[in-house]
């Protein structure tokens, strides 16, 4: 708990006993672990965690009156994709345990989940001492928990749509949405679309963890044109000589789309890039073809490697 220097006066750190969160999955619940390695964005998380809270000490600690309407909330932000929201607002009654909860849609979150629970003010109280906590929303107690999301291969927020509902041609299996600007945080700018209708494509998402050979071959497939895509959109007139720029902003698409080229032409740079592409298109695209499939045989073999 970061208490920082308060405005007003604040009670005890003690005066809240915070259970530890859970994690309810369809085989059970068990504590929310720091690090989810098999989550994806088409798992929603549905968490609890009780709390005690010793509302008579509280009041009397932060000097307020006894009917100070108090409130639990829960906050929750993904720290990639840089959204947030209210997740829970509870009253707190008489000294008593209270469960808090948190159901959020997977497709919302991005690379780490952080969870902010507090204990406030619920309403304006008339004070007459500018050191005593008067307005609703005064944080009296916060604390708050990180949770890793980042799953294999470091997941893109991916949606599943009825393409022809969405605009999109309907017989196209899935469709990239790509970033507008490079200061864009990597984990939100781009955007993956997958057919409702197109099954195979679909369940080779949803079992990315642990695909059958032909999924694998989908997920290969989907992977090779997201970054084609993506090198073509390094290479822009526009961006690619300011791609250097973004490197020290590291959670950036920017960052995400130099780190992209290095890994993958380690010796020449997005101007040499561009000129072999708008010279002779047909060779570029077999050299990143060539690049993608070292770059994955390299990627499996770090995988299967030894821990030394």
Not at 132 to 149: K, P
Request: with cysteine.
């Amino acid at each position: 708990m970061n208490r920082g220097v308060p405005p007003f006066l604040l009670p005890g750190a003690d005066v809240v006993k915070a259970h530890p969160w859970q994690l309810h999955q369809d085989t059970g619940t068990i504590p929310l672990p720091a690090f989810l390695p098999d989550w994806d964005y088409n798992t929603d998380l549905h968490l609890t965690r009780s709390i005690y809270v010793d509302t008579v000490r509280v009041r009397r600690e932060a000097a307020l009156p006894r009917e100070a309407p108090l409130l639990l909330v829960v906050e929750w932000t993904a720290a990639a994709a840089q959204t947030s929201d209210l997740a829970c607002r509870i009253s707190v009654p008489a000294s008593a345990k209270v469960t808090v909860t948190a159901d959020i849609h997977g497709a919302l979150l991005g690379g780490a989940l952080i969870l902010t629970t507090r204990l406030v003010l619920g309403e304006d109280i008339l004070a007459t001492d500018p050191f005593f906590a008067q307005h609703a929303g005064d944080v009296l107690y916060e604390d708050t928990v990180r949770i890793e999301l980042q799953g294999t291969a470091g997941r893109l927020p991916t949606y599943i749509v009825n393409f022809a509902e969405a605009g999109f041609d309907s017989d196209a299996r899935w469709h990239v949405e790509l970033p507008t600007s490079l200061s864009e945080p990597a984990m939100a700018a781009v955007r993956i679309y997958l057919n409702s209708a197109d099954t195979e494509v679909v369940n080779a998402a949803k079992k990315a963890a642990a695909p059958t050979p032909i999924q694998q071959r989908i997920l290969t497939w989907m992977e090779a044109d997201l970054t084609s895509r993506l090198v073509e959109a390094a290479l822009r007139p526009e961006w690619r000589e300011i791609l250097h720029d973004y490197t020290d902003d590291v959670d950036s698409i920017g960052a995400s789309l130099a780190a992209l080229l290095a890994a993958l032409f380690p010796c020449e740079s997005p101007a040499t890039l561009a000129t072999m592409r708008d010279s002779d298109p047909g060779r570029f695209h077999s050299r990143l073809q060539g690049a993608m499939k070292r770059m994955r045989a390299h990627r499996d073999d770090d995988a299967v490697s030894p821990t030394v």
